[in-house]
T-cell receptor, first 109, second 116 residues
Framework: GQNIDQPTEMTATEGAIVQINCTYQ??????LFWYQQHAGEAPTFLSY??LDGLEEKGRFSSFLSRSKGYSYLLLKELQMKDSASYLC??????????WGAGTKLIIKP | GAVVSQHPSWVICKSGTSVKIECRSL??????MFWYRQFPKQSLMLMAT?????????EQGVEKDKFLINHASLTLSTLTVTSAHPEDSSFYIC????????????FGEGSRLTVL
């Protein structure tokens, strides 16, 4: 079966750095997405990786290793507004999006 | 970026009634729209994939006669929850893609349905 694993919840301190990991087992791979979702709101796009390596976008970076079936989202200089759920999603060989359950990130002052 | 608008944001209805949720792509043509359901503290669950001018493709376990999807134009898809029951109470989210199979998804604001 297809599976996306990410931690259920993480806690970090304002101003610090946090890394949210995502491992996947899917039938084929056509890209990995990270989305941010605040409580009660729809997800918003953060990043897309299809090749191995690090993609940096401001305070957020996303890394992909296709051989390991692994990605992480790195958040730097954490702000209180970064408290949200972070969803990892992978497009399989049929271009179907397989969603992880999300990681709830709690930022403490 | 592309904008997807969903309406209504909140809806409360009585058990047995039907509710329609609209999803519009405001500044692009969406050949494919997706409908998701999300229960509290759970991930998005794809309900169906909607292609303009054709019948929607429903995921396993989703009743197509209960969740009617119409994608009549390149900018509008609707989801109608027929004969709603309290267990249908959920957060329904639509999304659309601008290009092909690898395009980024743009999400609507979501619609929170509460069935009394």
């Amino acid at each position: 079966g297809q599976n996306i694993d990410q931690p259920t919840e993480m806690t970090a301190t304002e101003g610090a750095i946090v890394q949210i990991n995502c491992t996947y087992q899917t039938s084929g791979f056509n890209g990995l997405f990270w989305y941010q979702q605040h409580a009660g709101e729809a997800p918003t796009f953060l990043s897309y990786n299809v090749l191995d390596g690090l993609e940096e976008k401001g305070r957020f970076s996303s890394f992909l290793s296709r051989s390991k079936g692994y990605s992480y989202l790195l958040l730097k200089e954490l702000q209180m507004k970064d408290s949200a759920s972070y969803l990892c999603a992978v497009k399989d060989s049929n271009y179907q999006l397989i969603w992880g359950a999300g990681t709830k990130l709690i930022i403490k002052p | 970026g592309a904008v997807v608008s969903q309406h209504p944001s909140w809806v409360i209805c009585k058990s047995g009634t039907s509710v329609k949720i609209e999803c519009r792509s405001l500044d692009f043509q969406a050949t494919t729209m997706f409908w998701y359901r999300q229960f509290p503290k759970q991930s998005l669950m794809l309900m169906a994939t909607s292609n303009e001018g054709s019948k929607a493709t429903y995921e396993q376990g989703v009743e197509k006669d209960k969740f009617l999807i119409n994608h009549a134009s390149l900018t509008l898809s609707t989801l109608t929850v027929t004969s709603a029951h309290p267990e249908d109470s959920s957060f329904y989210i639509c999304s659309a893609t601008t290009s092909g199979d690898t395009g980024e998804l743009f999400f609507g604001e979501g619609s929170r349905l509460t069935v009394l």
